[in-house]
T-cell receptor, first 114, second 116 residues
């Protein structure tokens, strides 16, 4: 009965490959997010979707494409992986889209690009 | 350009004593502030928040203080317990035209160790 789940937990791949990370929330929330925590430990927002509509898109390369098939899922597809993409990616969800809407995070996916 | 700074990467405290974690910010448009706690191999979990119209918010052993003029907030944990050992992230949200959005700006975190 995990609230926000991500698969896979670990992902090791070669440069140039295309990979996807899946995220699902069973909280009935309307808003979902993707964050990236880089090697310097900064946790930065990448995307936010509200009711399947993109509402936040920070300066992320267009090799990253989020896809929301329904309110409960927000998957992250990454094309042409680069060494600098190695990081921990966290999915999160919240009931609404305001800062006061508590965001619930998944356990993270550690991506290593070789 | 770090808009949210946690200048202490680590803090060690004895069980039962007070833990004080500090956070500074540079953007005067930030109007909502949060603290998250993170255990290894888990995602961050929300701890406590404060709106810019307040200077203090308390929830059990956790109190957050906000000093807007100094652009500084702090998290006090009293009394500290070994289970509080984790990384604590400070986060802030800017007021946009459409009102505060969920695009939280996080600091780098402070690793708290509470020793028995």
């Amino acid at each position: 009965d995990t609230a926000v789940s991500q698969t896979p937990k670990y992902l090791v791949t070669q440069m140039g490959n295309d990979k996807s990370i899946k995220c699902e929330q069973n909280l009935g929330h309307d808003t979902m997010y993707w964050y990236k925590q880089d090697s310097k430990k900064f946790l930065k927002i990448m995307f936010s979707y509200n009711n399947k509509e993109l509402i936040i898109n920070e300066t992320v390369p267009n090799r990253f494409s989020p896809k929301s098939p329904d309110k409960a899922h927000l998957n992250l597809h990454i094309n042409s992986l680069e060494l600098g993409d190695s990081a921990v990616y966290f999915c999160a969800s919240s009931q609404g889209r305001g800062a006061w809407d508590t965001q619930y995070f998944g356990p993270g996916t550690r991506l290593t690009v070789l | 350009d770090q808009q949210v700074k946690q200048n202490s990467p680590s803090l060690s405290v004895q069980e039962g004593r007070i833990s004080i974690l500090n956070c500074d910010y540079t953007n005067s448009m930030f109007d909502y502030f949060l603290w998250y706690k993170k255990y290894p191999a888990e995602g961050p979990t929300f701890l406590i928040s404060i709106s810019s119209i307040k200077d203090k918010n308390e929830d059990g052993r956790f109190t957050v203080f906000l000093n807007k003029s100094a652009k500084h907030l702090s998290l006090h944990i009293v009394p500290s317990q070994p289970g509080d050992s984790a990384v604590y992230f400070c986060a802030a949200s800017p007021m946009n035209d459409g009102g505060s959005q969920g695009n939280l700006i996080f600091g780098k975190g402070t690793k708290l160790s509470v020793k028995p």
